[in-house]
């Protein structure tokens, strides 16, 4: 189990730094801009999970490597990635999102917390990095705006499934990639199809 955890971090931090490196580029940030961009995205929900969760130090300190290759990841994504497109960024985000939701639930089910807590701890991990983002953009996080495409939904569905997967005693590595993938699916579906959480109708004032 800790192996799998180990390359779902890394998996889920790459594509992470991807989205920030990516999405700062488009706001026209530099290099360093771009790097820290793609280190809080990379970073932001698991250091929330680990603080919430009593886990210190936060699993980047004690995982060099990590750092590393965020920077490396990011650097690359700024100057080699020539073309940005609304697909490429919606792909990374939703690996990002789909993989540290999985890990965020995996670390909360192996303190006993009660499911809710886990799901709680799934959708946190898997969000707060891309809000971080948004936030370093200058843009109110997607998240949290009206019309905008599932997002918090996907992880919170994907996590269910996943605590529902592990309450049957699943293979963990089976029920971390059917649920990862559902996340990943639901995610893209998301955007490809525009679907949204309903808003409700705000009348004009007199």
């Known amino acids: 189990m800790d192996n799998l955890l180990y390359i779902l971090t890394y998996i889920a931090v790459t594509a992470s730094a991807i989205s920030g ?3 700062a580029r488009k706001y026209n ?3 360093v801009g771009a790097t820290t961009t793609a ?4 970073f932001g929900g698991g250091t929330v999970r680990d603080l919430l969760l009593g886990r210190t130090p936060v699993f980047w300190l004690t995982s060099p490597w990590l750092v590393v290759i965020v ?3 990011g650097a690359i994504s700024f100057y080699r990635i020539d073309t ?5 960024l919606a792909i990374a985000d939703a690996i990002g999102l789909g993989l540290f939701s999985i890990l965020g639930a995996t670390y909360a089910l192996q303190l006993d917390l009660s499911p ?3 799901v709680l701890m799934g959708v946190v991990t898997g969000i707060f990095g891309g809000v971080l983002r948004d936030l370093f953009c200058n843009r109110i996080p997607s ?4 019309n905008t495409e599932l997002y918090a939904t996907c992880s919170f569905i994907g996590t269910w499934v996943f605590i529902f997967l592990h309450w049957l005693n699943i293979d963990s590595f089976i029920s ?3 649920a990862a993938t559902i996340i990943f699916i639901l995610r893209i579906a998301a955007v490809r199809f525009k679907m949204t959480l309903p808003a409700p109708k705000i009348g004009k004032g007199v």
């Open 143 to 146: 998240v949290f705006r009206q």
């Open 39 to 42: 280190f809080v995205t990379a």
């Open 116 to 118: 809710v807590v886990a």
């Open 176 to 178: 971390a990639a059917i």
């Open 71 to 73: 920077f490396i990841v």
């Open 29 to 31: 940030m530099d290099i």
């Open 84 to 88: 940005i497109s609304n697909n490429l």
């Open 21 to 23: 490196a990516l999405e």
